[in-house]
């Protein structure tokens, strides 16, 4: 785990943390980034893809941020309260010991677009001097607010939309700045005592801090998040770590559909100075998919099925055709757009929308099919018009495998023939057939099957360079691309096929970023994709790669790749995108969804053998 105990001086505070000096609280509909500096630097409110009201992260000086921290110099360190998403700060001065204690109260159900961010100041020993500072900005810094004092404490307004309002409840009389758009107090903590401050959205009136009873909500949450990661059925040597993934998937989860954010952050750069910043706020297809058959796999078949549901709901709206991602209330209008931002680390540009909503990326249906048969399998009832549904999906692949696609890389250059994208077309019909079969449908399920082994056989030949002793990117390319890792997991082929053995030893010394198992997607500089510029390892695949070990009956390697890439997490166990191959820095949108469900699937294929897959 990467070290957090860094010293910050008052007046010297870094512009920019590193990812890894960040913990994530959410509610399941919204999330916010709380430094170890005591500064919420990032939050979206009350949605993951509202316009940031925090957002610091991306720039310091017109971002905004809720602080509370030392008014002297501090060491600081985080953790989660066990089993839970509460997270405490602790701050170690000269002057003495105080925490901040972190959460976002869970509301299951909940419809009306509220979020409560819950700090409580705790004396631990000494008497330590604090400064609470209050700065909001709406519209990704674009808007400055209108702090007005209330009875309790402080509003923000935006000055154009009543709709957006932002209070502050506080123990103590906040300042407000001479330009009304800032509110700050400096005080003590004392030993023994603690206090709370509240901000919260879209209520029109400050109130007593004891009014929102944080006590009671803090429990209630504790409680919630207990209970729910109890249900986890792998009791192996890495339970601590899947289970902080499970809690982070959850967080990402938004409660009122189901649908799954590919990670809180918008912009984070896979390269710091780079251009790949985008917004992942949304939720893919593929992830999603991908992360029910991981809840299925460890145990979470009602939530699993929750996310299901809000596929299928997709299939019913959209017919054949799925778009890529969705936002998190299933809006396919995802337009993308460039704000005047400094940037994380000064990278640019900063963007939100995704102009990927608009590919076609053919393995988007074998990710959905797979977790329709999981589904089945796990107990879930298809009805017969999603029966329907999905059979006209994989008809529609049956049309279509043979056309060139965007990739599950997303370039931005023009099609072709992804060997990702083929090998999930023939999962879609393969694991169709099967689906098809099993319900009893009267259905050319078997016409499906043949057409899956004509896309296996074609992959087979024309994806394998034989210059190369590799499995490529697309067919009758030179291009390496660590995709193609997933191959045995989906059961195309064997991990013990020699060509396959020969591809996974290419991929690791060819793509090898930094120490082992790190991994790049490809070759910048032989694939082109329409962006250009360096990024960091992909996470992914290694853990894939650590998947295509045990299946190869390589435990003892697993083992020792799984535990490697455990070493590239925060220190509260989160990972991010990539990881900086020679520096080992945190990068790309953070806590990623695909790396934490990676982690969960290649913890359970290590204690439990080959059953566990995504394909």
């Not at 070290?3 to 008052?10: H, I, Q, S, V």
């Not at 700045?177 to 029109?204: C, P, Q, R, Y």
């Not at 299933?330 to 990927?356: I, K």
């Not at 050319?444 to 002793?469: D, F, S």
Request: glycine share 8%; net charge negative.
């Amino acid at each position: 785990m990467i070290d957090m105990r860094r010293e910050y001086k008052p007046g010297e505070l870094p512009d920019f943390k590193p990812l890894s000096a960040y913990g994530l609280i959410g509610d399941s509909r919204a999330a916010a980034l709380v430094g170890e500096d005591g500064s919420i630097d990032w939050a979206c409110l009350p949605d993951f893809d509202s316009p940031a009201v925090f957002a610091a992260i991306l720039d310091p000086q017109k971002g905004g941020r809720f602080a509370i921290r030392p008014r002297e110099s501090f060491r600081a360190s985080q953790s989660y309260e066990h089993g839970t998403n509460v997270l405490v700060t602790q701050f170690v001065t000269a002057s003495g010991v105080f925490r901040v204690r972190d959460f976002m109260p869970v509301m299951a159900e909940r419809r009306l677009p509220a979020s409560e961010i819950h700090r409580c100041v705790e004396g631990v020993s000494g008497t330590v001097p604090v400064e609470v500072v209050f700065a909001p900005r709406f519209d990704y810094g674009e808007v400055l607010p209108a702090i007005e004092r209330g009875t309790y404490g402080v509003l923000a307004r935006h000055p154009d939309d009543a709709g957006q309002i932002l209070t502050l409840s506080s123990p103590v009389q906040v300042e407000i700045d001479d330009k009304n758009t800032l509110a700050h107090k400096k005080f003590e903590i004392e030993s023994g005592e603690h206090m709370w401050f509240v901000a919260d959205w879209d209520s029109h009136l400050t109130q007593p801090v004891a009014s929102y009873r944080s006590e009671r909500r803090i429990g209630l949450a504790r409680a919630y998040w207990r209970d729910w990661v109890s249900h986890l059925s792998y009791q192996g040597n890495y339970r601590e770590a899947v289970e902080r993934s499970l809690l982070t998937l959850k967080m990402l989860t938004y409660g009122a559909t189901g649908a799954v954010v590919a990670a809180p952050t918008s912009s984070l750069p896979e390269w710091l100075g780079g251009k790949r910043n985008w917004d992942y706020r949304y939720t893919w297809v593929r992830d999603s998919a991908f992360i029910m058959q991981a809840l299925f796999a460890a145990g979470y078949i009602s939530e699993g099925t929750s996310y299901f549901d809000w596929l299928l709901e997709r299939c019913l709206l959209e017919g054949e055709g799925l778009q890529v991602m969705y936002s998190v209330r299933g809006d396919a209008d995802l337009p993308e757009r460039e704000l005047d931002m400094r940037g994380y680390e000064d990278s640019r540009p900063v963007r939100v929308g995704n102009a990927a909503a608009g590919q076609h990326q053919l393995d988007i249906y074998g990710s959905l099919i797979s977790a329709a048969l999981h589904y089945q399998e796990a107990g879930g009832v298809l009805t017969m018009v999603e029966a329907e549904r999905l059979s006209a999906i994989i008809t529609h692949v049956a049309k279509i495998w043979r056309e060139p696609d965007d990739g599950i890389w997303e370039a931005r250059d023009g099609r072709r023939h992804y060997t990702y994208s083929k090998i999930w077309a023939w999962v879609a019909l393969d694991r169709g057939a099967k689906l098809i079969r099993e319900l009893g449908m009267d259905l050319p399920w078997e016409n499906w099957a043949t057409e899956a082994e004509e896309i296996r056989n074609e992959v087979l030949e024309r994806a394998y360079n034989k210059k190369l002793g590799a499995y490529v990117q697309s067919y009758d390319s030179d291009v390496l691309d660590s995709a193609v890792l997933v191959m045995p997991l989906t059961g195309i082929i064997s991990a013990t096929d020699q060509r396959f053995r020969s591809t996974r030893e290419v991929i690791c010394e060819k793509l090898a970023a930094g120490p082992y198992p790190l991994l790049y997607r490809y070759d910048p500089e032989l694939a082109s994709d329409g962006v250009g510029g360096p990024e960091g390892a992909f996470l992914l695949p290694s853990f894939w790669m650590v998947e295509g070990l045990v299946l190869a009956g390589l435990h003892k390697e697993a083992r020792a790749a799984f535990e490697a890439l455990l070493r590239h997490g925060s220190a509260l166990g989160l990972f991010s995108e990539e990881i900086h191959p020679e520096n080992g820095r945190l990068l790309g949108n953070f806590p990623q969804g695909f790396s934490h469900l990676g982690l969960i699937n290649a913890a359970l294929k290590i204690e439990r053998g080959p059953a566990v897959h995504i394909g």
